[in-house]
């Protein structure tokens, strides 16, 4: 056997093996990335309901400027988690993110009317303060059901 011969099987082995070695690593690699992703997609959805209940517990305070503070970045974390990760849930969990989006926002909105007296408005309707925490409740209840319904990494 010639040199040359010698050479060309040696190289043609490891270029087999290395395609091998690729292809094996490639396959390995995406179950962790799915589990990644799904680790992901829970953990977004939690920060933005934990800064939910943060905005409720500030308005159940009085503190007004800490609750706009937690669900004007509530809202932040959705929009991005809308941009970013929110196709990789089915259509119904997708809406009711959009759903509790839009839920903080009206939350939001009453902001300039608090804080307010006590009870009950001149009309009879509920303070804007708990308007607020009841559509930040709403709000808080449909992203555990989002992230409940999502799967486990």
Known sequence: MTRARLWGYFAGT?????LIGFLFGWYQAFPAQQTRERALLRLR???ARGRT???RIALVRANFGNA???AEEAIRLLETFR???QRKLPPTESARVDQARQLLQ???SLAPTM???PGTTADGSPRPE???DAKAMQAANLLGEVYRATPEP
């Not at 490891?14 to 290395?18: I, K």
């Open 68 to 70: 706009r503070a937690h």
């Open 130 to 132: 708990d308007q607020a």
């Open 45 to 47: 959805l939690s920060e």
């Open 106 to 108: 009206d939350a939001l």
């Open 115 to 117: 804080p307010s007296t």
């Open 83 to 85: 941009s970013t990760s």
């Open 14 to 18: 490891a270029v087999v093996a290395a």
């Open 53 to 55: 209940h943060e905005a």
